[in-house]
């Protein structure tokens, strides 16, 4: 999987440093050196012509970013808490709840670990877009917050099992985590 | 295992926004005129990066006999339908992120007439060196969104999606 990731990585920027000349009506696939591409803008007098380069050469997203998994992480985390929820065991059956408690405290389990590795990620990421000059009200700060308290309430909820508080902080935590990507869709 | 694997998938569809809409960025432009006749020019500008004060400003007939060093006078009846596009997606009537903190970020007393005079857009631009810019000669000008941000057109100004000409390598 991570040579899947760094050899998708290493295409993605190889397509990044493809310097071919933009415009050029003979061009024939030769590339040209990444001096010689800010010689030739420097002799452009005209307004910039990007976009021409860009049509040529179009922009693809990478599907790998860390922006990317950041989100990967918070939505894999919302989700499983959501297959922990629909999997909690029911009391009145005993055959039941054999088979669910393993399925339920996985994805519990792995709802709490996604949730604490998406907001590590988003401080690493996106510490500088938390400015709290903006009030908690604004949508970054809100959406840290609740990714944080999200987690807390995975991680508690996982901690506390099988107690019978912990549905409630499992549920208050995905409301969180809920309500924090919404916010940043 | 495979459950997180089935998520991964499920979410980086839904971030691609095949599944849902995303309202990260600004609204993109959704109106034929707008395009045409301010499109033809420069970037179609989103309404969602200034508020209303501002393009009522800007659209003023003398204001647009000199629209930043040229006359881009029009007919009235297009300037009033322009006008009237951009007042009603205006960054104070958007629900998209960047707008919202475009118009937070602007003070009530301000009537900004270039986006990059607005609080956020410095706040996002500042750390980045003159050279990727004001002094790259295929850039110039922080005004030419799209000269960077690939997917200006769609609305879209997220980091993934930014690629400054002559610096490959820039990372944020």
Not at chain 2, 35 to 59: D, I, N
């Amino acid at each position: 999987m991570a040579l899947v990731v760094i050899s998708i990585q290493c295409a993605g920027q190889a397509i990044g440093q493809d310097l071919r000349m933009p415009g050029h009506g003979s061009y024939s696939g030769y590339s040209l050196l990444p001096s010689d591409s800010i010689y030739l803008a420097q002799n452009d007098s005209g307004t910039p012509a990007y976009s021409a380069s860009a049509e040529e050469n179009p922009f693809r997203e990478s599907w790998f970013t860390a922006n990317k998994i950041h989100g990967y992480l918070g939505l894999s985390s919302l989700i499983l808490a959501g297959v922990a929820a629909a999997t909690a065991p029911d009391d009145d059956d005993g055959a039941a709840v054999q088979s669910n408690r393993g399925t339920h405290h996985n994805a519990a389990t792995a709802a709490a670990a996604l949730g604490a590795a998406s907001a590590t990620s988003g401080f690493i990421l996106h510490w500088d877009d938390v400015n709290l000059e903006n009030g908690i009200l604004d949508r970054d700060n809100l959406h840290m917050l609740l990714g944080v308290l999200a987690t807390a309430g995975f991680i508690a909820a996982v901690s506390q099992a099988p107690e019978e508080s912990h549905a409630g902080l499992g549920m208050a935590g995905g409301v969180a985590m809920g309500i924090g990507i919404v916010l940043e869709w | 295992m495979l459950s997180i694997l089935i998520a991964v998938a499920f979410a980086s569809s839904a971030l691609a926004g095949d599944l849902f809409p995303r309202f990260k960025g600004v609204a993109p432009v959704n109106n034929a005129k707008y395009e045409s006749e301010c499109g033809s020019c420069h970037f179609a500008y989103q309404p969602g990066l200034l508020p209303s004060r501002s393009w009522r400003k800007l659209m003023e007939p003398r204001e647009l006999e000199d629209h930043f060093g040229d006359n881009a006078e029009m007919e009235e009846s297009e300037r009033i339908a322009i006008l009237d596009f951009l007042i009603s997606h205006a960054a104070e009537t958007s629900w998209y992120k960047r707008s919202t903190k475009i118009n937070r970020s602007v003070h009530k007393g301000q009537t900004p007439l270039r986006i990059t005079e607005t609080r956020y857009i410095k706040r996002k631009h500042e750390e980045i060196p003159r050279k990727m810019t004001l002094d790259n000669p295929k850039v110039r000008s922080l005004s030419y969104c799209n000269n960077c941000h690939m997917r200006a057109a769609d609305g879209v100004y997220d980091d993934d999606t930014v690629r400054i000409p002559n610096f490959p390598a820039w990372d944020d």
